[in-house]
């Protein structure tokens, strides 16, 4: 988006440059047949040369802004200087689903919830191994044949065998201690789940109003704002160049589009982020 940013600056730059240097031409053609004084031509000019700095910043902009993506992507520079990022400003997709439905999309999806989901049948894991750990173990013996060498004795000898179980009794220590503990844990992430998963409805709730809002503030920038301050600005080119009004006039009208232009191009970033905001609080691609 940041790449996205600095070549729409470039090319609204260039459409700035390319119209003030037709204007100069034309004021350069009034000044000559005495129709501009010289402190009007030099306005525009003046005009013109900020234009053109201006689109060199923008290039030198975009130019940084394709290094540090390509330094993200491991690119190597000389491929990045060739690169085109494709992609528009423009948001020509359908909205996303309601708030409640982006929250239950979030709590299935990310993987923080999921890891704490494991974290919890972890924790009663605990507490079950906890229980069983409670009881030592019970050896069985078992002894299949014995002889007794009773000749010394004068006496008959004796075969046999045994069967026997050992089975310690927890009198004291029953792991009481473990087993609170790891129920305790289990407790503990329970509530670190249900924390997190405020945490997310919160910030699902904040991303959706913000594409509202900024959806809202483009349809409204492109559909009313712009034509009519670019109809201004025609209005007072026209009337500029027939002589019926100053260059000051002009130059007024040409800063208030150029004021609602940017305001365009930067509330089109700003909605295509809050896009990207979606997709990073939902954990799904949900917006394009």
Do not use: C
Not at 21 to 31: E, G, S, W
Not at 176 to 186: D, E, F, H, P, W
Not at 216 to 240: D, F, G, M, N
């Amino acid at each position: 988006y940041g790449v996205l940013a600095s070549r729409q600056t470039v090319r609204y730059a260039q459409s700035s440059v390319k119209g003030l240097t037709d204007l100069v031409a034309r004021t350069q053609q009034l000044h000559e047949k005495g129709g501009v004084s010289l402190g009007e031509l030099n306005r525009i000019k003046n005009q013109f040369r900020t234009a053109q700095l201006g689109l060199i910043d923008a290039e030198a902009r975009y130019r940084k802004a394709k290094l540090d993506m390509g330094s993200l992507m491991n690119i190597p520079r000389a491929e990045i200087e060739a690169m085109s990022v494709r992609g528009s400003i423009q948001d020509d997709s359908p909205p996303p689903p309601p708030a409640e439905e982006l929250i239950r999309i979030a709590q299935a999806e990310r993987p923080d919830v999921i890891a704490y989901n494991l974290g919890v049948n972890r924790a009663q894991a605990d507490v079950r191994l906890a229980r069983a750990n409670r009881l030592s173990d019970v050896f069985v013996l078992f002894q299949p044949f014995t002889f007794q060498d009773n000749t010394p004795y004068g006496m008959k000898s004796a075969y046999s065998w045994a069967l026997g179980v050992t089975a310690p009794l927890p009198v004291y220590n029953r792991n009481q201690g473990g087993i609170l503990r790891a129920t305790l844990n289990v407790d503990q992430t329970k509530t670190e789940l249900a924390d997190l998963q405020r945490e997310i409805a919160i910030e699902v709730e904040k991303a959706a109003q913000e594409y509202a809002v900024t959806r809202q503030e483009v349809e409204v920038l492109k559909a009313e704002i712009i034509p009519a301050a670019r109809q201004v600005q025609q209005e007072a080119y026209r009337l500029y160049l027939a002589g019926e009004t100053s260059i000051v006039t002009y130059i007024n009208a040409q800063l208030d589009f150029n004021s609602v232009a940017k305001q365009y191009l930067d509330t089109a970033i700003r909605h295509r982020r809050s896009m990207l905001a979606l997709n990073t609080v939902t954990g799904k691609r949900i917006m394009p």
